[in-house]
């Protein structure tokens, strides 16, 4: 289960519709799937990252302005919904640039390039002629570029329609508008083939290898040496028991200068009687 991240929406009949602040979880990428992915929302712009296997140092592969946004109070929840424009990072080279960016307002419908963004518009290109539509008449955008997201927020206090919102939620889901990116060609990227490195199942099962083939080494040790030495062992206990059966052990300890005698029998004992 996904943690819960705090986001903050700010109503801005102005601009955009508003201003967007938190680092959500992303889990895909329309249907890419990220690694450790996250959707960065900074005011009226947007980043997603994501990190390689094995790796630590987050990476921006895509940014970009939010051309739209709008909170709706739902009951208990607020869903937070936009439209967001990447327009820079290592992934636009997987984006199909040759379509055009069509906008569809009440006012009528766009063909072009958009090129900015502006306070209460969106400014797109056509050609020689460049015209402004205002954000709150725009109905949809369709672009390579441009991805629909929306995010379920659950609020820590009521707050009525048109005052900020501040609220917990677990992830934002992110919706191409056009069918433009070439997942095939993204999964071969660096970032999504772990960098690399192998994958963890690999790892476990080098990792069990390499530990069976350590403790083999010991298992022909165990079974030649183990009943050798304690053979040996018995035969050492065998010999000192019938040496001091033959003797009389006080008198031995007593003429020893109250020391215990050392046998010749003893394992490295020298024939002249010397120590271990």
């Known amino acids: 289960m996904a943690l819960a991240s705090n986001l903050r929406f700010t109503p801005q009949a102005n601009t955009n519709g508003g201003a967007i602040f938190g680092r959500v979880p992303l889990e895909k990428f329309g249907a890419l799937k990220l690694p450790r992915g996250r959707a960065t929302f900074k005011s009226h712009s947007v980043e997603i990252s994501a990190v390689a296997e094995y790796q630590f140092e987050r990476q921006v592969v895509l940014s970009g302005p939010v ?80 991805y629909n997201f929306s995010m379920v927020v659950t609020p820590y206090l009521s707050a009525p329609a048109g005052e900020p919102l501040s609220g917990d939620t677990t992830v934002v889901s992110m919706r191409p508008t056009a069918d433009v990116l070439s997942l095939s060609v993204v999964k071969r990227d660096p970032l999504m083939a772990g960098d690399g490195d192998i994958s963890t199942k690999k790892l ?8 069976a083939a350590q403790l083999s080494q010991f298992i022909p040790m165990a079974i ?24 009389n052990f006080q008198s031995a300890y007593t003429a020893n200068g109250g020391q215990f005698p050392i046998t010749r029998f003893a394992p490295g004992a020298l024939p002249s009687g010397g120590g271990l």
Request: hydrophobic share 35%; with cysteine.
């Open 204 to 211: 476990v099962v080098l990792g069990t290898f390499l530990t």
């Open 67 to 146: 051309l739209k946004c709008s909170c709706i109070n739902n009951g208990g929840q607020s869903i937070v919904n936009g439209i967001a424009y990447f327009q820079d990072g290592e992934w636009l080279r997987y984006l199909d640039n040759s379509a055009p960016d069509k906008i569809s307002a009440t006012t009528g419908s766009y063909e072009g390039q958009i090129t900015a963004l502006k306070p209460g518009f969106v400014e797109i290109t056509t050609g020689q002629l460049v015209t402004n539509v205002p954000t709150d008449q725009i109905l949809s955008v369709t672009s390579p570029r441009a």
């Open 224 to 247: 030649v040496f183990g009943p050798l030495r304690n053979q040996q062992v018995q035969q050492y206990h065998s010999r000192f028991a019938n040496y001091y059966s033959q003797l």
